[in-house]
């Protein structure tokens, strides 16, 4: 049996930040739900997040997991005075508990699943992941004897010149036998430069205690500053892009486009260089996205071309034409074949099979039918100054260049309306709508010339 505990009561000073640094994201998850994310494939008996920093914006933010249990740590008095928290919740367990700190979010499942079977192989009663970095600087340095058996683990800060030299890093993953660890946690002493109770200190007292190797070093990537996120972003980035280019996806000028790993999509999916994809996009097959484009929580359908265009919270339906130059943002619907762009901003708007908005035009609260076409320039009026009203445009209308809908207002089918009209009642099926005063024409008509005294 396994619990699990992520560590999440710090504040990551080091951050500069009023935000937790758990809950900084990387690629569209947090640091914290990445780590989360990492045990997903362990089954686990309990798993509790501790935390302390803004506790209650912490657990907000983690409430999504089902069955993850919140223990306060009141003060943050080191990682082993964490861990002391879960005591109370664990009384009589048998098993082992899996200790991850919450700033490491690159962490494969499968490497802790390893670490686990080592432990249980091995009958430890400690096995830490370890990896030997070319740089191992701000990380605790772990020292072992030819079997990996751990003889000591000490702080960057707490290390003598030549300890500094060692490049095996503790990183901040644990597995314990937690009958034995329970014993040993009362007895921690803060005795260090931070004057706080160190979990490794467990680590080096408990026998027999291992250290195990991870594979791929740029795992275990803990992130203490902007710097390292920056660098995780970069890492997570090259893992998202390899996957989705061996995946059938086509990638142009792959360093200058950004995917967030909760995007799903389809083989045959074209992106192009400048190009931004966040949150849980969805594309399908056939779909060329960019160059120069931002597409958030939207679903695109089969051969959907996005170009200089921002899409957010959104879905457009297949063989649509998004751009240039168009902003799709919040709860808009493009029905299939419908082409909108240059110039074009839509919003909290639905367009029917088949129709276009193609020029200059803002569409807001509004529901358009199929086969409209939205003339040049046309403006849904829907904000009176103190509350937004909706505009209903029947199947086969079609608005001509520069007319302004004034909303609430209901165009009906078949409708046409005039070029330049300010549109305010409502408009029957079949009816040609015109509102803007006559043209005047005077024949003959001729500016007098200005008298030569004046
Ligand atoms: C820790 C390890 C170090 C290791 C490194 C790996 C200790 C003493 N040192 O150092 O050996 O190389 O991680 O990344 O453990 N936290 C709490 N409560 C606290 C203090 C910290 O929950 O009172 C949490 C933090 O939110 C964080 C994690 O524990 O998620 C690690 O704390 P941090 O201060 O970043 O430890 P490091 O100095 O990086
Ligand atoms: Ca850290």
Redesign the pocket.
């Given at each position: 049996m396994v619990a699990v505990a992520i560590?999440?009561?710090?504040r990551?000073t080091r951050m500069k930040s009023d935000l937790p640094?758990?809950l900084h994201p990387l690629g569209g998850r947090s640091l914290a739900e990445r780590v989360l994310h990492s045990i997903s494939d362990i089954e686990v008996s309990r798993c509790f997040a501790?935390v302390?920093y803004q506790a209650e914006k912490v657990k907000q933010a983690l409430q999504h997991f089902p069955n993850l249990e919140f223990i306060e740590?009141k003060e943050?008095?080191?990682?082993g005075?964490?861990v002391q928290q879960i005591l109370p919740y664990l009384q009589g367990f048998e098993g082992d508990l899996l200790v991850l700190?919450?700033?490491?979010p690159l962490l494969r499942g499968d490497t802790l699943k390893t670490l686990l079977a080592t432990h249980k192989s091995q009958g430890n009663a400690a096995t830490i992941l370890t990896a030997q970095l070319l740089n191992p600087k701000?990380?605790?340095r772990v020292f072992c004897d030819g079997n990996n058996q751990l003889k000591e683990?000490v702080?960057d800060r707490d290390c003598t010149a030549a300890q500094k030299q060692n490049r095996r890093?503790?990183?901040?993953v644990y597995c314990f036998h937690w009958p034995d660890l329970a014993e040993f946690l009362p007895k921690l002493q803060a005795d260090n430069e931070q004057q706080?109770y160190?979990?490794?200190d467990a680590v080096k007292t408990l026998k027999p205690a291992m250290a195990v190797d991870v594979e791929d070093p740029e795992e275990i990537m803990?992130i203490?500053n902007r710097k390292q996120l920056a660098e995780a972003y970069s890492i997570l980035q090259d893992r998202v892009k390899d996957a989705w280019m061996e995946a059938g996806v086509t990638l142009i000028d792959p360093d200058s486009i950004t995917i967030d790993d909760t995007v799903a999509l389809e083989p045959d999916v074209q992106i192009e260089p400048q190009t931004h994809l966040r949150g849980h996009t969805v594309v399908r097959s056939g779909s060329r996205l960019g160059p120069g484009s931002f597409v958030e929580n939207s679903k695109l359908g089969k051969n959907v071309v996005v170009s200089y265009s921002v899409v957010t919270d959104s879905q457009v339906a297949d063989n649509a034409r998004i751009g240039p130059y168009a902003h799709l943002r919040g709860q808009v619907q493009v029905g299939c074949n419908c082409r909108v762009g240059n110039f074009v901003e839509m919003k909290k708007a639905a367009i029917g099979d088949d129709t276009n908005v193609a020029h200059l035009s803002y569409i807001g609260d509004a529901t358009v039918g199929e086969q409209v076409n939205v003339g040049a320039g046309t403006i849904t009026a829907n904000y009176d100054g103190v509350a937004k009203h909706h505009t209903q445009i029947g199947d086969r209308s079609k608005t001509g260049s520069n007319s302004v809908l004034v909303a609430p207002v209901t165009i009906g089918e078949d409708v046409t309306i005039a070029a330049g009209s300010v549109i305010t009642d409502d408009v029957d099926n079949d009816t040609l709508a015109i509102a803007r005063s006559r043209q005047v024409n005077k024949p003959g008509w001729r500016r007098q010339d200005p008298s030569p005294n004046t």
């Amino acid at each position: 049996m396994v619990a699990v505990a992520i560590l999440a009561a710090g504040r990551g000073t080091r951050m500069k930040s009023d935000l937790p640094k758990v809950l900084h994201p990387l690629g569209g998850r947090s640091l914290a739900e990445r780590v989360l994310h990492s045990i997903s494939d362990i089954e686990v008996s309990r798993c509790f997040a501790i935390v302390g920093y803004q506790a209650e914006k912490v657990k907000q933010a983690l409430q999504h997991f089902p069955n993850l249990e919140f223990i306060e740590q009141k003060e943050q008095l080191g990682t082993g005075h964490a861990v002391q928290q879960i005591l109370p919740y664990l009384q009589g367990f048998e098993g082992d508990l899996l200790v991850l700190n919450g700033d490491v979010p690159l962490l494969r499942g499968d490497t802790l699943k390893t670490l686990l079977a080592t432990h249980k192989s091995q009958g430890n009663a400690a096995t830490i992941l370890t990896a030997q970095l070319l740089n191992p600087k701000g990380y605790g340095r772990v020292f072992c004897d030819g079997n990996n058996q751990l003889k000591e683990i000490v702080e960057d800060r707490d290390c003598t010149a030549a300890q500094k030299q060692n490049r095996r890093i503790n990183a901040g993953v644990y597995c314990f036998h937690w009958p034995d660890l329970a014993e040993f946690l009362p007895k921690l002493q803060a005795d260090n430069e931070q004057q706080e109770y160190y979990l490794t200190d467990a680590v080096k007292t408990l026998k027999p205690a291992m250290a195990v190797d991870v594979e791929d070093p740029e795992e275990i990537m803990g992130i203490n500053n902007r710097k390292q996120l920056a660098e995780a972003y970069s890492i997570l980035q090259d893992r998202v892009k390899d996957a989705w280019m061996e995946a059938g996806v086509t990638l142009i000028d792959p360093d200058s486009i950004t995917i967030d790993d909760t995007v799903a999509l389809e083989p045959d999916v074209q992106i192009e260089p400048q190009t931004h994809l966040r949150g849980h996009t969805v594309v399908r097959s056939g779909s060329r996205l960019g160059p120069g484009s931002f597409v958030e929580n939207s679903k695109l359908g089969k051969n959907v071309v996005v170009s200089y265009s921002v899409v957010t919270d959104s879905q457009v339906a297949d063989n649509a034409r998004i751009g240039p130059y168009a902003h799709l943002r919040g709860q808009v619907q493009v029905g299939c074949n419908c082409r909108v762009g240059n110039f074009v901003e839509m919003k909290k708007a639905a367009i029917g099979d088949d129709t276009n908005v193609a020029h200059l035009s803002y569409i807001g609260d509004a529901t358009v039918g199929e086969q409209v076409n939205v003339g040049a320039g046309t403006i849904t009026a829907n904000y009176d100054g103190v509350a937004k009203h909706h505009t209903q445009i029947g199947d086969r209308s079609k608005t001509g260049s520069n007319s302004v809908l004034v909303a609430p207002v209901t165009i009906g089918e078949d409708v046409t309306i005039a070029a330049g009209s300010v549109i305010t009642d409502d408009v029957d099926n079949d009816t040609l709508a015109i509102a803007r005063s006559r043209q005047v024409n005077k024949p003959g008509w001729r500016r007098q010339d200005p008298s030569p005294n004046t």
